[in-house]
Nanobody, 115 residues
Framework: QVQLVESGGGLVQAGGSLRLSCVAS????????TSWYRQAAGEQREWVGS??????TDYPASVKGRFTISRNVRNTMYLNMNDLKPEDSGVYYC??????????WGQGTQVTVHS
């Protein structure tokens, strides 16, 4: 059973920074792309960025230049968030693509940005 556990969320002032972590129960390199998503209350889940097995990262325009995804050599993916805005608030989830197209999700961590 694969498990993903996010942490690092919290309350931060606009313009501040946070680093989220996603710890997997097996090597991060055993997955395909690993990604971050977020969901604000009453909204659909939104893609925040991905890191491919090659190390290449992709971001939507809404966070590009402010958010950075990285990973360590073991089992953790990170999301560094700078210049946070109130609209960045939401529950942040990590997602890992397993073999045969199986998707794994964590339980989420809450980020609240106040102005």
């Amino acid at each position: 059973q694969v498990q993903l556990v996010e942490s690092g969320g919290g309350l931060v002032q606009a313009g501040g920074s946070l680093r989220l972590s996603c710890v997997a129960s097996r090597s991060i390199f055993s997955f395909g792309a690993t990604s971050w998503y977020r969901q604000a209350a009453g909204e659909q889940r939104e893609w925040v960025g991905s890191i491919r097995p090659s190390g290449q990262t992709d971001y939507p325009a809404s966070v590009k230049g402010r958010f950075t995804i990285s990973r360590n050599v073991r089992n953790t993916m990170y999301l560094n968030m700078n210049d946070l805005k109130p609209e960045d608030s939401g529950v942040y989830y990590c997602r890992a693509q397993g073999p045969s197209g199986i998707d794994y999700w964590g339980q989420g961590t809450q980020v609240t940005v106040h102005s």
